[in-house]
Each structure stands twice: as structure tokens, then as C-alpha cells.
């Protein structure tokens, strides 16, 4: 995982200098329908967002896919003007970085094969589990209050996804619109929600940056109000 990662870092302070005319966005590239890899290009909800942020603010959009565990440590550092890739708002991410107004709701779902259900916390107990690293998925089973976990972490969803369908793990904790996707393309599997563990996801810029969050806001509040980003989660659910 980190040798994947560092390469990314590297390049991104050649990036952030080259043009002030450009939006530098850091985002993941394995959440789908938030952000996925299509053609080589990154797309999805986050993408498309970042497109019409940049449209606003009549500046150039530079996507730059890295690990996710990276997005706020490379803001925090300045290697990147915004991070968008469904970060759920956290208390310990607010330490570091600062946050728009959420754009999007979302909770945890366990998804388990037909063949073998797991429908809620109780069921977790004692049983191997595979979550994103990094993620409030990760978060969330370490804090839930399991008598025994036995957790296993992965750099990619789909890489959570194949250890599932390989009964290397018995269960799976994931964001509710990736859950949903992985449940329509794979009939062997179910989910089911994980009681209280609502969350919002939000743009991450760096701290104090008052001017570009107030810029954020507006336009999220705008595109929010005008049903756009719901119309994107619809489009990016039907095309990845």
C-alpha cells in the first residue's frame, strides 16, 4: 500500500506549482459511485462535482487519484487545494483539515454472502471482517464495541469485495451507496444497515482557508438545493 501511494505524493508539489490558475482535487479512485476509474480517466459523483467547482470559480480542475488514507495528510501539507472523495466528516479529520458544508448523507452497511447472512452488529462478533483501510468503515468496527474482532483491512473496496466473494472474510462494512452497488452486481450477496452510524460527507480544503471554503459552500449549497449531486449519485449508480 505505501509503495503505491508515495509515488503519487511525490508528484504532487510539482503539480500544485505549475499553474495558479488550476484547482489541484485529490481524490481516491476505488468508491464507487462516488469515484471510479473509466476509460483511465477518474469519474463519478466527486469528479463531476469537482468539475462544476472549477466551472465556478472559472478555474481549471487537476484530478489527482491517490490513496485515501493520503487525501488529508497531502491537503494538510499543501499539496492539494481541495480533497473530495466521500470523506466523512470526523472530529479527529477536523483537527487537520477544514470542511464544507456536507454534500451528501450516508451510514454503514454490512453486506455478507446469501449463503452465509450477517444482519447486524451482534453478528459480527468473532467473525472475520474486511473494511477499507483508513476509512470510517475501519473507524466504526474498531469502535462499535465487538468482544472479539478480528478485522481485516484492505487498499481498495473491490479488494474488500474479492476477499468477500472468496470467503477469505466473512463480512464486509461499507458506505450505504457502495453497498447498494455491490448487492446489484453481485446476486450472492445481501447487506443490511449498521444501526446508528449516520455520517456526511464533505470537501476537505486546508486549514484557514477561508476564502476558497466560503466559495465551496456556496456552490455546494446551490447545487444541493437544485438536486444535482442526488442526479449524479443516480447517473454514477447505473453507469460503473
Not at 476477499?163 to 464486509?172: V, Y
Not at 461499507?174 to 448487492?183: G, K
Request: glycine content about 6%; aromatic content about 8%.
Amino acid at each position: 500500500m505505501i509503495k503505491k501511494i508515495l509515488p503519487c505524493i511525490l508528484l504532487l508539489p510539482f503539480f500544485f506549482c505549475c499553474g495558479k490558475k488550476e484547482l489541484i482535487v485529490l481524490t481516491d479512485h476505488s468508491f464507487p459511485p462516488f469515484e471510479y476509474i473509466k476509460n483511465g480517466e477518474p469519474v463519478g459523483v466527486d469528479p463531476d462535482i469537482a468539475a462544476i467547482i472549477g466551472e465556478k470559480l472559472g478555474k481549471k480542475i487537476k484530478i489527482l487519484p491517490i490513496g485515501f488514507s493520503s487525501i488529508i495528510p497531502s491537503i494538510e501539507r499543501k499539496l492539494g487545494d481541495i480533497g473530495i472523495a466521500a470523506i466523512t466528516i470526523t472530529p479527529e479529520r477536523q483537527k487537520c483539515v477544514d470542511f464544507s458544508i456536507p454534500y451528501a448523507k450516508s451510514e454503514q452497511f454490512i453486506i455478507s454472502l446469501n449463503r452465509f447472512p450477517v444482519t447486524n452488529k451482534d453478528e459480527l462478533d468473532g467473525i472475520r471482517i474486511g473494511v477499507k483501510q483508513g476509512t470510517t468503515s475501519h473507524m466504526t468496527v474498531r469502535q462499535i464495541g465487538l468482544k472479539k474482532m478480528d478485522l481485516y483491512t484492505f487498499s481498495t473496496t473491490m479488494h474488500v469485495v474479492k476477499a468477500l466473494l472468496n470467503e477469505e472474510i466473512d463480512a464486509a462494512v461499507i458506505d450505504q451507496q457502495t453497498a447498494m452497488w455491490i448487492t446489484t452486481q453481485y446476486d450472492q450477496t445481501q447487506s443490511h444497515p449498521l444501526e446508528g452510524t449516520a455520517e456526511y460527507y464533505a470537501i476537505c480544503v486546508q486549514k484557514n482557508n477561508t476564502k476558497l471554503l466560503a466559495e465551496i459552500n456556496k456552490i455546494l449549497e446551490e447545487m444541493v438545493s437544485q438536486g444535482e449531486i442526488e442526479a449524479f449519485i443516480k447517473k454514477h449508480s447505473t453507469l460503473f
